[in-house]
């Protein structure tokens, strides 16, 4: 969108939110649920805080940022009064103390390891932080994540870490070329969400299921997600400095 004045890209982006909002209603009905239901982020990677504050001032309360530096430096640009921010990246321990206490909720916990450090630096900062496990629902060796066979048991671990608060699971689906494919996929992770939550272990709330993106929301929704994150559908193509 480089080509495009700041006047044209405030429009775009606001006729994107109105056509991801009818379409993200639609999907919720159609799973069964209210639209208000499923909540939409908008993915600010790469994106200047000038196009943040005006997705957020066109109604966005939820934004994921992927890396930890790139919050930071926006974060005193960004009008985040009525707008919370989550994590969404992979997390590094040597960045968690630099990010707890500055999101409502890391997405991306895909140890027992970094739970640990993120339970100890909350405790320094006098906070719980909220996290979400990541599912490497596909199995593939490229992505992060636990495996779901081990989700649970992982989880029971991770609830017995003072300083986090485990509220529901998040995953990056697999490309696959057939909608029944990546909705099988959606299912299965719906499942997991559901059968954890009913378990009703303390310390593992099965609040957030955060699933679906730009290119496969619709299916996430029609599966049961209840955020997704949506970042190129909202801003345009990433522009990468």
């Known amino acids: 969108m480089e ?3 700041d006047e044209e890209r405030f429009s775009a982006i606001k006729e994107n939110l109105k056509y991801l909002s009818d379409d993200i209603s639609d999907a919720a009905v159609r799973s069964g649920r209210n639209p208000e239901d499923v909540r939409l982020m908008a993915v600010s990677k790469t994106v200047e805080s000038k196009f943040i504050n005006h997705a957020i001032n066109c109604g966005i309360n939820l934004i994921g940022e992927n890396k930890v530096q790139e919050f930071l430096l926006k974060e005193p640009e960004l009008n985040l009064t009525n707008c919370n921010a989550h994590l ?15 999101v409502e909720t ?3 916990v895909d140890s027992v390891s970094i739970a640990k450090e993120i339970g100890k630096r909350s405790l320094e900062a006098e906070t719980v932080t909220k996290i979400l496990l990541e599912v490497n629902v596909g199995n593939e060796d490229s992505k992060f994540g636990f495996t779901p066979e081990e989700t649970f048991e992982r989880a029971c671990e991770i609830a017995e870490i003072k300083g986090v608060s485990i509220d529901g699971l998040m995953c990056v689906a697999p490309i696959c070329e057939k909608e029944s494919e990546i909705r099988s996929i959606f299912s299965n992770m719906h499942r997991l969400f559901i059968d954890i939550g009913a378990k009703k ?4 709330n099965m ?3 955060s699933m679906g993106m730009s290119g496969d929301y619709r299916q996430a929704i029609l599966e049961g997600s209840n955020l997704v994150r949506v970042g190129s559908s ?6 990468y400095r």
């Open 3 to 5: 080509w495009l004045s």
């Open 207 to 209: 609040n957030v299921l």
């Open 88 to 102: 969404i990246g992979h997390l590094q321990s040597n960045k968690v103390k630099k990010i707890v206490g500055h």
């Open 201 to 204: 272990m303390d310390n593992i």
């Open 106 to 108: 890391i997405q991306s």
């Open 234 to 239: 909202i801003f345009g193509a990433r522009i």
